[in-house]
């Protein structure tokens, strides 16, 4: 298992839309859509930056602090 095979996130749960990834750290909050019925999901990375996947976008993967400077 490495970054590049996309490691599934391990979420803990705080309520029914919040969650934590024990692992990297990234914080998801689930969202209802202005327009309608479906939701969204809000994903606040380690780094500071927020994705969402309000236009489809994937999940963003799980990485570590050790991960990421593998990388670099
Ligand atoms: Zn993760």
């Known amino acids: 298992m490495n970054a590049a095979t996309g490691r599934r996130h391990r979420w803990t749960h ?6 934590t990834c024990q692992h990297c750290g990234t914080r998801a909050q689930k969202r209802p859509s202005p ?4 939701w969204w999901t809000e ?3 380690p ?3 927020t994705r969402d996947n309000y236009n ?3 999940t963003p993967p ?10 670099t």
């Open 14 to 19: 705080h309520d029914k839309n919040h969650a």
């Open 35 to 38: 327009y309608g019925r479906r």
């Open 43 to 45: 994903w606040h990375l």
């Open 47 to 49: 780094d500071g930056t």
């Open 56 to 58: 489809g976008q994937p």
């Open 62 to 71: 799980c990485l570590t602090a050790d991960d990421a400077r593998k990388e």
